[in-house]
């Protein structure tokens, strides 16, 4: 599942997929040298925010939406259904009528891909002007992004 629009005034819209289990942005982890606290990323965190540039920028081929564009982004995590789960629910989860509330939280999700995609598809994700972000359940876990210029 990918996809690219691009017409005279640039990139338009843009549809990717990572594959695997949902992953949300970690908390920031503090270590101390001598006097000082430092602050770093956790090392999962990184590869996923590089996973998911890397899968963007296969789609997008280096082309990045234009600066001062408002951007609509809508971010749809598949969880895997959990295996001692009975076919009833299964088929529930299968059809969306059954939904995850389990982690990671939505909000770390989204987080994890504006911080993976600053900087590579857009300047600054203060051009995100709407979101939308999904859970389901998937026999195939991923996200799925989609990101248009906001008309």
Known sequence: MSEISIDSEGL???QFSVDGKPFGK???KFARQGNFVKTYTPQNTLLHEEEVAIMY???????????GKPLDIEIIAYYPIPKSTSKKKRKE???HRLRPTVKPDLD?????IYDALNGVAWYDDNAIVDARVQKFYSDEPRVEVSIHVAE
């Open 12 to 14: 338009k819209y843009v």
């Open 26 to 28: 970690e908390r920031p």
């Open 93 to 95: 989860m299968l059809e």
């Open 108 to 112: 770390n999700v989204a987080k994890l």
């Open 57 to 67: 920028a296969k789609v997008a081929k280096g082309q990045r939406f234009a600066k």
